[in-house]
């Protein structure tokens, strides 16, 4: 007579655990997105000034803005908006309430953990374009030209030498995260291919 399987006892999942903790943070952040909205809004504006900090640095991307005035661009990824326009200065603005988007950019891959290893990877994201076609090769432009120059940020607060030995650091912590992202990429699909 055969012995019956072993039934632990305790529920298994199936999910890896990546999967159980974006469904967690997904749950939370459905049950406390309202109570959120202000915290979300503040992050909204210091993006901005984040992104036009960066802008400043580049005047060519200023000049290409500044012909854009008025113009408002929305960047989607599953329920989350962030609508900017182009001020006559060559900066961005939150747009208002309700303004239509001239152009929109939605992210395509739902995952966070996914949109985290392409960056780590240094890809752009995969992204579905609708608008003004001129308008998104500009924003193309802007994506392919301008960089944030960190190391020169950091030297105005410490000094150039510990500026260089923190930026360094960064960017040896950089590519040892994309070297494991690519791996963990690599791994899975190697599991996938033994799945078939």
Do not use: Y
């Not at 329920?79 to 182009?86: E, P, S």
């Not at 392409?118 to 998104?136: T, W």
């Not at 923190?166 to 995260?177: D, M, P, T, V």
């Amino acid at each position: 007579m055969a012995t019956p399987p072993f039934t632990p006892p305790f529920p298994t999942f199936s999910l890896p655990p990546l999967d159980l903790i974006q469904g967690f943070a997904e749950r939370a952040a459905r049950q406390a997105g309202p109570m959120l909205e202000p915290v979300a809004q503040e992050l909204r504006r210091r993006l901005v000034l984040l992104l036009n900090h960066v802008l400043l640095q580049e005047p060519e991307a200023c000049a290409r803005l500044a012909r854009q005035k008025g113009r408002v661009v929305e960047v989607a990824w599953r329920d989350w908006r962030l609508a900017l326009v182009a001020t006559p200065a060559g900066l961005l603005d939150l747009a208002g309430p309700g303004a239509p988007a001239d152009l929109t950019l939605t992210l395509t891959d739902e995952s966070p953990w996914a949109l985290a290893q392409s960056a780590l990877q240094g890809e752009k994201p995969a992204v579905r374009i609708s608008g003004d076609v001129m308008l998104a090769a500009e924003v193309n432009w802007l994506a392919d030209h301008v960089r944030w120059d960190l190391e020169d940020d950091l030297a105005r607060l410490v000094g150039d030498a510990p500026a260089h030995v923190i930026a360094a650091g960064a960017r040896q912590a950089a590519q040892a995260l994309r070297a494991l992202a690519q791996r963990v990429a690599a791994g899975a699909a190697s599991r996938a291919g033994d799945a078939r």
